[in-house]
């Protein structure tokens, strides 16, 4: 079956510090590949998405490629700030499965200043 | 326009006691979806409704679980009785498109504490 597996956390940094979570799935085919943020007190949100190999997803200055080689969609950011304390889920989907997702356990990112 | 909201946000209940969890989609969105997350564990898919039908199921953990959507609309999903591990934080969210082309908008979530 699909499957997500993501870096537990928590992981803890100090603002300007590089940031990754790594992030590796199991799926026939090839799935899109989304990460969703969850920070404190509001919803899922989704933070950006890949649809096919090779592909970079970015935003607010996450980055992430789909690496079909590796089955991976690491997430990174160059450098953190306060505001992206939150927790992170990686997850997929199969291309004929609708909105049905497959998640990762989330990760726990703490930005100290 | 108003997101996914979910009522309550927070609930706290004995075993064996009866929650009903509540889910108001998008306007527009004719697919909602029920997910949870238990235990700080990965987020689960529990059911798909198009409008007022359940398209997809295969997630709803046991009978204890009953999701509804009279009209199309608002969502509910009841658990009766509840379970210690029936703790979680339950999400809902919506969707115009069912596909590879449709984005999921997320409700916060409604955490549930069964004691």
């Known amino acids: 079956g699909n499957s997500v597996t993501q870096m537990e956390g928590p992981v803890t940094l100090s603002e300007e510090a590089f940031l990754t979570i790594n992030c590796t799935y199991t799926?026939?085919?090839?799935?899109?590949l989304f990460w969703y943020v969850q920070y404190p007190g509001e919803g899922l949100q989704l933070l950006l998405k890949?649809?096919?190999?090779?592909d970079k997803g970015s935003n607010k200055g996450f980055e992430a490629t789909y690496r079909k080689e590796t089955t991976s969609f690491h997430l990174e950011k160059g450098s953190v700030q306060v505001s992206d304390s939150a927790v992170y889920f990686c997850?997929?989907?199969?291309?004929?499965?609708?909105?049905?997702?497959?998640f990762g356990g989330g990760t726990r990112v703490l930005v100290k200043p | 326009e108003a997101g996914v909201t979910q009522f309550p946000s927070h609930s706290v209940i004995e075993k064996g006691q009866t929650v009903t969890l509540r889910c108001d989609p998008i306007s527009g969105h004719d697919n909602l979806y029920w997910y949870r997350r238990v235990m700080g564990k990965e987020i689960k898919f529990l059911l798909h409704f198009v409008k007022e039908s359940k398209q997809d199921e295969s997630g709803m953990p046991n009978n204890r679980f009953l999701a509804e959507r009279t009209g199309g609309t608002y969502s509910t999903l009841k658990v009766q009785p509840a379970e210690l591990e029936d703790s979680g934080v339950y999400f809902c969210?919506?969707?115009?498109?069912?596909?590879?082309?449709?984005?999921?908008?997320f409700g916060e979530g409604s955490r549930l504490t069964v004691l």
């Open positions: 969210a919506s969707s115009q498109v069912h596909g590879p082309t449709g984005e999921l908008f």
């Open positions: 890949a649809t096919k190999a090779d």
């Open positions: 799926a026939t085919g090839y799935p899109s």
């Open positions: 997850a997929l989907r199969p291309k004929a499965a609708g909105n049905k997702l497959t």
